[in-house]
């Protein structure tokens, strides 16, 4: 079964070093999300890209974090300057177009010291 | 901006008996997921709705959303220890955005 995958599944960081998360979309997916998770707490929304450019974005995406998918393939989320509060878990999920069911990849986890 | 409430946060209950979690949208809904997080893992899709009033059912499991199209709800008939995990409501209104719900964590207690 095709599946998004995620790395590093677990990345631990200095406060107000740069981090870049990677995913790689199921292939015939178009519409691609991050979400974070704080241990314990729900599902956060944080940005929707659709034929490369942001489509979307929540209050929680700010000047700090920025999208790409730089080789077609890979979807990445940098944060620029990490800080103790960007701590959790970092969720990509993927969609085709013509269904609403998002697959999740496994998650990375950030730990910001 | 647009708020999914899940109640209760916790439930707790004994293997066999029922569970149901709500969840409630600030604004109406076009469609609604629900999706399953098991410990330390990531949430699996279970199941969308789009009609005002849809009912569905996936063996023991039954989702229902409102005929106003801004709540719905899950239920799990005899739940199974099989059924622990994180249930979580994704609402979506307008453009390509799932905002997930609070989430209700179920435990099964053999």
């Known amino acids: 079964e095709p599946e998004v995958t995620q790395t590093p599944s677990h990345q631990v960081t200095q406060m107000g070093q740069e981090v870049i998360l990677r995913c790689v979309p199921i292939?015939?997916?178009?519409?691609f999300y991050w979400y974070r998770q704080i241990l314990g707490q729900k599902v956060e929304f944080l940005v929707s890209f659709y034929n490369n450019e942001i489509s979307e974005k929540s209050e929680i995406f700010d000047d700090q974090f920025s999208v790409e998918r730089p080789d077609g393939s890979n979807f990445t989320l940098k944060i620029r300057s990490t800080k103790l509060e960007d701590s959790a878990m970092y969720f990509c999920a993927t969609r085709t177009e013509n269904t609403g069911e998002l697959f999740f990849g496994e998650g990375s986890r950030l730990t910001v010291l | 901006g647009q708020q999914v409430m899940q109640i209760p946060q916790y439930q707790h209950v004994q293997e066999g008996e029922d569970f149901t979690t709500y969840c409630n949208s600030s604004?109406?809904?076009?469609?609604i997921q629900w999706y399953k997080q098991r410990p330390g893992g990531h949430p699996v899709f279970l199941i969308q709705l789009v009609k005002s009033g849809e009912v569905k059912k996936q063996k023991r499991l039954t989702f229902q959303f409102g005929e106003a199209k801004k709540n719905s709800s899950l239920h799990i008939t005899a739940t199974q220890t099989t059924d622990v995990g994180t249930y979580f409501c994704a609402g979506r209104s307008t453009g390509n955005q799932f905002y997930f719900g609070t989430g209700t964590s179920l435990t099964v207690i053999p």
């Open positions: 604004t109406t809904l076009s469609n």
């Open positions: 292939s015939n997916h178009l519409y």
